[in-house]
Nanobody, 121 residues
C-alpha cells in the first residue's frame, strides 16, 4: 500500500492550493481516505476525510474553505484549499484506512503518505 502526495507549496493568505494523493496496492474505493496536517511543534491533526459512500467530514477550522473530492478511476484524492490562512501552514499528509466509517483519530489510520509542505504567508 502506497500513498504519494503532491501539490504543496507557497501561497498568499486568501489564495488557493490543491493537493493530490494517489494510492496504489489496495482496494482504494473501499477505504476511508483523508488528510491530516502537522504544524511545527504541534501534534498531527485531522483536516478532512471521505468514506466509500462519498460522505465527507471536515475539521471546524477548515469547514467552508476546504473540500475533499476524489477520483476513483484515478485512485486519487484531492484537497482543494481556498481562502488560505497563515495558520493553515503545515505539513499535509494523506492517509488511508480500511474502515467503513472514517474517524478523526490518527491512531485509526494505518497508511500514510510522505507529506507535502504548505506555507501560507
Amino acid at each position: 500500500v502506497q500513498l504519494v502526495e503532491s501539490g504543496g507549496g507557497a501561497a498568499q493568505a486568501g489564495g488557493s492550493l490543491r493537493l493530490s494523493c494517489t494510492g496504489s496496492g489496495y482496494p482504494y474505493i473501499w477505504y476511508c481516505m483523508g488528510w491530516f496536517r502537522q504544524a511545527a511543534g504541534k501534534e498531527r491533526e485531522f483536516v478532512s476525510a471521505i468514506d466509500r459512500y462519498d460522505s465527507t467530514s471536515y475539521a471546524d477550522s477548515v469547514k467552508g474553505r476546504f473540500t475533499i473530492p476524489k477520483d476513483n478511476r484515478k485512485n486519487t484524492l484531492y484537497l482543494q484549499m481556498n481562502s488560505l490562512k497563515v495558520e493553515d501552514t503545515a505539513m499535509y499528509y494523506c492517509a488511508a484506512a480500511p474502515r467503513v466509517s472514517c474517524t478523526w483519530r490518527t491512531r485509526d489510520w494505518n497508511t500514510w503518505g510522505q507529506g507535502t509542505q504548505v506555507t501560507v504567508s
